[in-house]
C-alpha cells in the first residue's frame, strides 16, 4: 500500500471521496480496487494503475489447529517484518490461569522495528540486529494485512485486540509508534478502541512519560524478566541506563495520570530468574495495587531453557500469598516460532 500516493491521486477529488476511501480500505477491507462499488469506475481504474493495495505476505500456522499464525511481510525496500495472529476463538485452552481464556480473542501482535537494536540475551529479534524504524503506515499495515485475512475467511471474525510486542521497542521508535495508535484508534479510519491496544516497552522511562500525557489511553506493559537491577542488566543490556527505581517512578505517574493498570511481563527461564527467591523479590516490587504480573512460559531460543511447569505455579503461587494479581499466559504458537521473544529467530530459515 502507498497512502502518500493515494492522497495525491485524490488531492482534486470532493471531500466526500476520502470518506468512502476510509471505509472501503478500513472499515471494509478491500484488497483491490475494483471492490471499493462506492467508487467512479475511473477513479477505481486509476487506483488500480497507480496505488497497488497488495500486502506481499507469507503466512505459517501452526499445523492442524487454528491457533496461531504468522505473516512474513516484505516492504517496499525489501525489508521483511513478521506479524502474528493469535486465534483463541473457540479453541480449547490449557489448564494454566490465563486472562484470555473464557472469552476467545483475535489478537494480532505487531513489529515497531525491523529487527531491534536492544539486543535482549533472550530474544532471538535482538540476536539479529536492526535494520531500521518502521513508519506508521508500515505497522498498521500489518494490522489490515490481518482484517482482510479474517474478512475473506467469511466467518465474520473480526480484531479484538492490537499488541506492539512484536520485533522491535516502540519507544525507541516514539512518533510512528503514536501516529499508528491514533490512526487505529481514529474512528474515520479503524476505530479500534484504545482499551484494546497495548503497548510493551523494556522500560525506556522517556517513553512512558510521553504516553502518560497523551490523551490515548491505551494500555502499558513493561517487559520486566528479572527482580533486581543485576539480573535484569545481565538480560536486558539497555537496563544499565535505566533502573528499576527510574522505571516505577515513570510507571507510577502513568498510573496516577491515568488510573489504568500496568501489566509486568516476566518471562520464566529456567535457573536464571525463576527461584522462590526471585518470587519474593518480584512480589517486593509489587508495591502499587495496579501492578499485575503475567508470567510468561519461555520459549528456548537458544542458550535459555523454559521454566518447568511446576516451577512457574510454585513461583506464581508465591506472588499470589504475598497479594500479588498473578496471571500465566499461554504460550502461542512455538511451532511457527511465533512466541515471545521468537520473531524473527528463523527467518534465514523461512526465506
Ligand atoms: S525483547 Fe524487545 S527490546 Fe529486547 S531485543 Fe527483543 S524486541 Fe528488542
Given amino acids: 500500500m502507498n497512502l502518500e500516493k493515494l492522497s495525491e491521486i485524490l488531492k482534486n477529488e470532493p471531500k466526500f471521496r476520502y470518506a468512502q476511501i476510509n471505509k472501503a480500505l478500513f472499515q471494509d477491507y478491500i484488497s483491490v480496487w475494483s471492490e471499493a462499488s462506492s467508487l467512479p469506475k475511473i477513479l477505481r481504474e486509476r487506483l488500480t494503475a497507480e496505488c497497488s493495495l497488495e500486502i506481499k505476505a507469507q503466512i505459517f500456522k501452526t499445523a492442524g489447529g ?3 499464525e504468522k505473516a512474513l511481510i516484505t516492504l517496499a525496500d525489501g525489508e521483511i517484518i513478521e506479524t502474528v495472529l493469535i486465534r483463541q476463538r473457540g479453541e480449547k485452552t490449557e489448564k494454566a490461569e490465563t486472562a484470555e481464556k473464557s472469552t476467545g480473542r483475535n489478537t494480532i501482535c505487531v513489529s515497531s522495528q525491523a529487527g531491534c537494536p536492544l539486543g535482549c540475551a533472550f530474544c532471538a529479534t535482538g540476536m539479529n540486529g536492526f ?3 518502521l513508519t506508521a503506515e508500515e505497522i498498521t499495515e500489518q494490522v489490515i494485512f490481518w482484517a482482510r485475512r479474517l474478512k475473506a475467511e467469511g466467518k465474520g471474525e473480526k480484531i479484538d485486540n492490537i ?15 503514536i501516529k499508528a495508535v491514533k490512526f487505529l484508534n481514529n474512528p474515520e479510519t479503524m476505530n479500534i478502541g484504545a482499551r484494546r491496544l497495548s503497548v510493551s516497552t523494556v522500560g525506556l522511562t522517556e517513553g512512558i512519560k510521553r504516553l502518560a500525557g497523551e490523551k490515548i489511553q491505551i494500555n502499558l506493559a513493561l517487559s520486566l524478566h528479572a527482580p533486581n537491577d543485576t539480573l535484569r542488566r545481565e538480560l536486558i543490556p539497555v537496563a544499565k541506563k535505566y533502573p528499576l527505581r527510574e522505571i516505577f517512578k515513570a510507571i507510577d505517574n502513568y498510573i496516577s495520570r491515568t ?4 501489566m509486568m511481563e516476566y518471562l520464566m527461564i529456567k535457573g536464571v530468574n525463576d527461584s522462590d527467591k526471585n518470587a519474593l523479590e518480584l512480589a517486593d516490587l509489587m508495591k502499587n495495587p495496579l501492578y499485575m504480573v503475567n508470567l510468561i512460559p519461555y520459549n ?3 542458550k535459555f531453557k523454559p521454566a518447568d511447569r511446576e516451577r512457574i505455579a510454585a513461583f506464581k503461587k508465591i506472588l499470589e500469598d504475598e497479594g500479588v494479581p498473578t496471571t ?9 516460532a511465533a512466541a515471545c ?7 534465514k530459515g523461512y526465506v
Avoid at 521473544?341 to 527467518?347: A, I, T
Fill in 66 to 68: 487454528r491457533k496461531s
Fill in 131 to 133: 535494520s531500521r524504524n
Fill in 163 to 177: 499488541v506492539f510486542m512484536g520485533m522491535g521497542e516502540p519507544f525507541l521508535n516514539y512518533a510512528e509508534f
Fill in 259 to 262: 488510573g489504568r493498570r500496568v
Fill in 300 to 302: 528456548a531460543t537458544g
Fill in 328 to 336: 500465566v499466559r499461554l504460550s502461542f504458537g512455538t511451532e511457527i
Fill in 341 to 347: 521473544g521468537q520473531l524473527r529467530g528463523k527467518r
